[in-house]
């Protein structure tokens, strides 16, 4: 019997082409902006709900409400709050990316450009809030 006749192994451009077209989200920016963009999501759902659940603390104890309204005002607190500007200025702006890639006939295409003008648009304005809300956090009124 004669064996099947065998193909050459690939050659490394051949398995780096494979491996770069198998999908947009293995590495690179598509994937990264898939990640982030549900990170930022749960983080601010997060954030949605125990914000909604100490505001409603003023009703059942006003004491406990005025407590809980005092832990925030710490330096830690301050520094979360400049996690959660830059969770919503990622998670917008590269909410309307994904809306582009998604309706634009070449949005696809541009997509990684997309990606790092949303990180320097992101960037841009947090560095425009930092330094401003760190100030009030630490005094600098």
Same mark, same amino acid.
């Given at each position: 019997?004669?064996?099947?006749?065998?193909?050459?192994?690939?050659?490394?451009?051949?398995?780096?082409?494979?491996?770069?077209?198998?999908?947009?989200?293995?590495?690179?920016?598509?994937?990264?902006?898939?990640?982030?963009?549900?990170?930022?999501?749960?983080?601010?759902?997060?954030?949605?709900?125990?914000?909604?659940?100490?505001?409603?603390?003023?009703?059942?104890?006003?004491?406990?409400?005025?407590? /809980? @309204? %005092?832990?925030?005002?710490?330096?830690?607190? $301050?520094?979360?709050?400049?996690? =959660?500007?830059?969770?919503?200025?990622? &998670?917008?702006?590269?909410?309307?990316?994904?809306?582009?890639?998604?309706?634009?006939?070449?949005?696809?295409?541009?997509?990684?450009?997309?990606?790092?003008? /949303? @990180? %320097?648009?992101?960037?841009?304005?947090?560095? $425009?809030?930092?330094?401003?809300? =760190?100030?009030?956090?630490?005094?600098? &009124?």
């Amino acid at each position: 019997m004669a064996s099947a006749p065998t193909l050459p192994p690939p050659t490394p451009r051949a398995q780096t082409k494979e491996k770069k077209f198998a999908t947009l989200y293995r590495g690179g920016e598509g994937m990264w902006s898939w990640v982030l963009q549900r990170v930022t999501g749960m983080l601010l759902f997060l954030f949605l709900l125990v914000h909604v659940l100490d505001t409603a603390l003023v009703r059942v104890s006003p004491e406990v409400y005025n407590e /809980v @309204i %005092g832990t925030y005002k710490t330096p830690i607190m $301050g520094i979360g709050e400049l996690g =959660l500007v830059a969770a919503i200025l990622f &998670h917008a702006f590269n909410g309307v990316r994904i809306i582009l890639v998604d309706f634009l006939a070449k949005g696809p295409r541009y997509q990684r450009v997309m990606f790092w003008i /949303v @990180i %320097g648009v992101a960037v841009v304005l947090f560095l $425009g809030f930092a330094p401003r809300h =760190l100030m009030n956090v630490f005094g600098g &009124h």
